[in-house]
């Protein structure tokens, strides 16, 4: 079996959703003929997937310049120096900007940027003894495609650098336009000497393509785990439960106009306030609650924080429908939510809400698991026929295509990533 030198800085028990795709190929690409070896930096506490995962040190920069000011390193500077904050939302005072201005200085190109020597270094020890036949970087943080460049020259074997969200061309990139610049020569000559560029969606490997014309570059979507979801679901709630799990952001990927729309329903009478439900799992947000007081839904809505991955996988399966907020932005349209393939797996009917359809709507055409939906009106429409669902065969009917949700699973995407890593080995020699 060929071996794989797999670096990510998320990887389980980290919680975050980039784990999730990391955590996926680990365990799925032994079935294509491809032994991975995780690289990350040293785990937290927690239970760990089966495999081989070479742990490294690693150093906070933030934390140690905090350090130098007799900071606490787990506390903002807000909060420690006790600076305002603007109390106009989106908007910043000026030494907040200029926080902002020499933190990004700080941790250019991003935060991790202190695991990078110790990440070289445990790649040099692990050439001492043994080898590998491919390097597969995943990122974000772009600071693991800066150590996958590296592997390749101390291992001499072909690197697949992925693309979880883009670099530069990212729709979210927080930065200025002069860090912008600056930044994509970086990126230019890191990635020069990939063999080949893998993203999530077609959108986004076609903008890689038009920065990296001279490199493969293709795209292969997120998954789900089908071990997570047994074919046998809990009880479903005996609510009209409408349930979201993961960050929100206000103005941005937020349920104001389902608020609205729901308290709409219930003032006329067509939606019972007392069998409604709607359900948020997930970091809290300050400004969440007096929404839900503005729209008098006190009552129906439930704001429960962040719980445990198979408690929110389990709630998401009990759940009447399934909430899934996509950015808000017209020209954003080639960027799934992590989210949307867990929901998949939970084989609840999806309700996307907002944003453009880009490839969220087409992914529920096709799986027919789900609908996207773009106006108060027709939201409103929505809503009216599945609560009508609801009152009729006390439950909400799920349509799903079996046999069109099984392309998105973790074994799917890992197939298609062992046909890249097969393909770019080949090519360099390193194949069998």
């Known amino acids: 079996m060929r071996r794989a030198l797999l670096i990510t800085y998320h990887y389980p028990p980290r919680p975050d959703i980039g784990s999730v795709r990391p955590r996926g190929l680990s365990k799925y690409l032994p079935e294509f003929g491809w032994e991975t070896i995780v690289l990350t930096p040293r785990l937290p506490d927690g239970p760990r997937p089966p495999g081989r995962v070479i742990e490294t040190a690693y150093r906070d920069v933030l934390a140690d310049w905090k350090a130098r000011l007799g900071l606490e390193a787990t506390r903002g500077l807000h909060e420690q120096i006790k600076l305002p904050v603007s109390s106009v939302p989106r908007t910043k005072c000026f030494h907040t900007r200029a926080i902002d201005w020499v933190k990004s200085a700080i941790t250019y190109p991003d935060p991790i940027k202190g695991w990078v020597p110790f990440a070289i270094e445990a790649v040099r020890e692990f050439a001492e003894n043994e080898k590998v036949d491919a390097i597969l970087s995943s990122a974000p943080p772009v600071s693991c495609h800066l150590i996958g460049r590296r592997a390749k020259e101390i291992l001499k074997c072909p690197w697949l650098a992925d693309f979880r969200d883009l670099w530069t061309q990212d729709f979210y990139y927080p930065h200025g336009r002069v860090r912008r610049v600056a930044e994509a020569r970086l990126e230019k000559r890191t990635l020069g ?27 292969i979507t997120n998954g789900f785990d089908p071990e997570e979801f047994p074919h046998e679901g809990p009880e479903l709630t005996k609510t009209f439960s409408i349930t979201y799990t993961g960050q929100m952001y206000q ?4 349920p104001g106009l389902v608020l609205k729309v729901v308290a709409d329903l219930v003032r006329e009478g067509i939606l019972r306030q007392s069998e409604a439900r709607l359900r ?59 989210k949307v393939f867990e929901y998949l797996g939970s084989k609840r009917p999806i309700l996307a809400v907002g944003g453009a359809p880009g490839v969220i709507a087409e992914l529920l055409d096709e799986t027919k698991a789900g609908v996207h939906v773009g106006s108060e009106a027709r939201l409103r429409e929505f809503l009216i026929e599945a609560y009508a669902d609801f009152c009729r065969y006390g439950h909400v009917p799920y349509k799903g295509s079996e046999t069109a949700i099984q392309h998105y699973t973790h074994i799917e995407m890992a197939r298609n990533f062992a046909a890249i890593l097969d393909q770019i080995s080949k090519e360099s020699g390193n194949g069998s």
Do not use: M, N
Request: glycine share 8%.
């Open 251 to 254: 103005g941005k990927r937020d």
């Open 193 to 219: 000497s990939a063999d080949a560029l893998v993203t999530v969606s077609a959108p986004l490997a076609q903008l890689l393509r038009e920065k990296f014309s001279k490199l493969p570059v293709t795209w």
């Open 280 to 338: 948020f799992y997930g970091p809290t947000e300050p400004w969440l609650p007096a929404l839900v007081q503005r729209c008098g839904l006190d009552g129906t809505v439930e704001i429960h924080g962040v719980v445990p991955r198979d408690a929110a996988l389990a709630h998401q399966r009990e759940s009447q429908l399934l909430l899934l907020l996509p950015w808000r932005d017209a020209t954003e349209v080639g960027a799934y939510t992590g």
